[in-house]
């Protein structure tokens, strides 16, 4: 996997999926709660590895060479 995720991409990404997945597996109940859990992991995770696939087909790439 190549990166394609910056910094300031990588913040907002990492703070997003914190506060979904807090309100997700914490505050809500139900399918929503789930679904919102969910997306933030999702967040959180493409922070991590610094790699979005959804940015291939769109060829968008925010890191700073």
Do not use: E
């Not at 394609?4 to 399918?31: K, L, P």
């Amino acid at each position: 996997m190549r990166r394609n995720m910056g910094g300031m991409d990588r913040a907002v990404r990492f703070t997003i999926g914190i506060v979904m997945m807090g309100i997700g597996f914490g505050a809500m109940d139900g399918g929503a709660a789930i679904a919102v859990g969910v997306i933030g992991a999702v967040l959180f995770a493409t922070s991590l590895v610094r790699w979005c696939p959804l940015y291939i087909p769109f060829r968008i790439n925010t890191l700073k060479v």
